[in-house]
């Protein structure tokens, strides 16, 4: 999902919660003038590589962060962009990561969202 975009498929979300989460990534990508995105479902083995290829796929990936996240298989993956990965640092990603973690344990997953768009953005700061 990045600004603008609908969820495919059947969407865990309601059409409220929606709307936060691309408020969310609109203002996420005008602060940073990076693209954020997020995918939400099924990852191929392996992780790592399944969620590179989805962030390649994103319009000017250099500047891209990707967000992706796999509930079923509790699997959670942000990809940086050469451009964004100057500016969000690897531990940058991680204390993200981990905000994210604890809100979805607690089955809050567009809180854990909105908790990591919104420290990915403040460590990459304005552009």
Do not use: W
Request: a negative charge; zero cysteines; glycine letters at 10%.
């Amino acid at each position: 999902m990045t600004s603008g975009e609908p969820v495919e498929g059947e969407s865990p979300f309601t059409t409220r919660q929606l709307l936060r989460l691309d408020e969310a990534l609109r203002i996420a990508d005008q602060a940073t003038g990076l693209t954020f995105s997020i995918y939400l479902g099924e990852l191929e083995e392996p992780i790592r590589e399944s969620a590179e290829k989805l962030h390649a796929q994103i319009a000017n990936p250099q500047k891209a962060v990707l967000l992706a996240v796999s509930p079923s298989q509790r699997r959670l993956e942000i990809v940086t962009g050469d451009e964004a990965r100057k500016r969000i640092t690897d531990r940058d990603a991680k204390l993200a990561a981990f905000g994210m973690a604890g809100s979805f344990s607690g089955g809050d997953l567009i809180g854990g969202l909105m908790i990591g768009l919104d420290q990915l953005a403040s460590h990459a700061g304005r552009s």
